[in-house]
Every structure is written in C-alpha cells, then in structure tokens.
C-alpha cells in the first residue's frame, strides 16, 4: 500500500513542507468521481452530471475521504461513485477504457455493497491485482433494482488477464456465486448486456 522503497515519507521532508505526521505514499494518484442521476436534466446527455470530486496519493487522506463521503450506502438511488486511476475518466470514451469491458457483481444489501467497494478499494490502492496495468478502476452504483459494483479493465480482448482479474476480485470481496464480464463495446452498441466471460 506504500511505494517502493520507501514506506514512509521521511519525517524530516515532510516537516519542510509544515506537516508534523509521516505520510505513507501510494504507487501512483487515484481519484474519486460522483455521478447523480437521480434528477436528471431532461434531454441531458450522458456523463453531463458525472464530477471528478477527489484525486489523492496516500493513505491518510483515502481513509479520511472514505470516512466522510466514500461509502455507497450514503448515495441516493441512481447515483455512482467511482474510484479510478488517476488521468482516467470512467467512461467508454476514454482512451483507456475504450477497448475495455467490466467485471459486474450484484449486491442485494446495503452492507454487503459498503464492504465489497471498502475491499475492493483496499485492494486497488494496494495494487494486490497481478495484472495492475490492466485494471482502470471501479464503480459502486446504486438503482431501484439491485446495487452493483463493477470493476473496469483496460483490454477486453486479453481474455487471460480478464479471468486472472476476475478471479482475484471475487477473493477479494468473498464472492463465490459466478460474475459476468462484459465488453464496453457490446454495451455502446446496444448489441447484448450478456457477460462474454465468466468465472
Ligand atoms: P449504466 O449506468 O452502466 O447502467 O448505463 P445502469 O444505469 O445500471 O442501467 P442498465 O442499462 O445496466 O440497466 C446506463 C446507460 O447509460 C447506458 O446504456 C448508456 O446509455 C449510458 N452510459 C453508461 N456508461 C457507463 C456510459 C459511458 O461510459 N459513455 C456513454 N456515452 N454512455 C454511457
């Protein structure tokens, strides 16, 4: 959860800059996005109420944003939260999501969807996924129908890394039932909603 080397950064530089606590690095930014859908602008397009709200690179100030806005169970109905890569944006349309897809799993409490994002937070920042480069980030979104939390990969088309991605996730959040994995490209084109992998 710390970068390399150093775990923490010297009391000494970080007393330089008027700071008295250690503070202990991530391996690269990540930001926190908010998108409220529950009023939407008739005719809006989507992503008009999607906001980049957050980008940090330690772990004092994930858990301080965690604790005071992060949980899901705090949004409304038809509203996400992201956590992504730093210089990502979660969306098809950018570069590097595009060629992606995502691993989707359903929660049917409230809970259960605060404890598979905290999870699956810890572990994105942690960088415990083998296949690092390949995962852009995650959403936790909450609908009338089910909650959901779906975790975006880089290269749908890189089936190994996909399952390997997969496989890992549902340890991670202690998931046994099977989780479906679907291109963004099916999703633009409205062709099928159905997993093209599964695990
Ligand atoms: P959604 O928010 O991923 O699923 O996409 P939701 O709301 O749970 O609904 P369901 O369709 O899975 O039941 C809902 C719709 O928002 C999509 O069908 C698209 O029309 C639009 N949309 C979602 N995303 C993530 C994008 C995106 O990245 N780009 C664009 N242009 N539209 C998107």
Known sequence: MVSEGGMVEPIEAAAEKGETKPRHMLERKWTFWFDNQSKPKQGAAW???????????TVEEFWCLYDQIFRPSKLPANAD?????AGIEPKWE???CANGGKWTVISSRKANL????LETLMALIGEQFEENDEICGV????????????LWTKTASNE??????????????DVTDKIPYSFHDDSRSQKSSRGR???
Not at 47 to 56: A, H, I, M, V
Not at 81 to 85: E, S
Request: charged share 30%; net charge positive; no cysteine.
């Open 81 to 85: 939260f992201h956590l992504f890569k």
């Open 197 to 199: 992998y599964n695990v």
């Open 114 to 117: 605060d404890a598979m994002w």
């Open 139 to 150: 959403v936790a979104s909450v609908r009338q129908r089910q909650d959901k939390l779906a």
């Open 94 to 96: 950018d570069p590097e």
């Open 47 to 57: 992503g008009t109420s999607l906001r980049k709200l957050y980008t940090f690179d």
């Open 160 to 173: 190994a890394a996909q399952m390997g991605i997969g496989r890992k996730w549902k340890e991670i959040i």
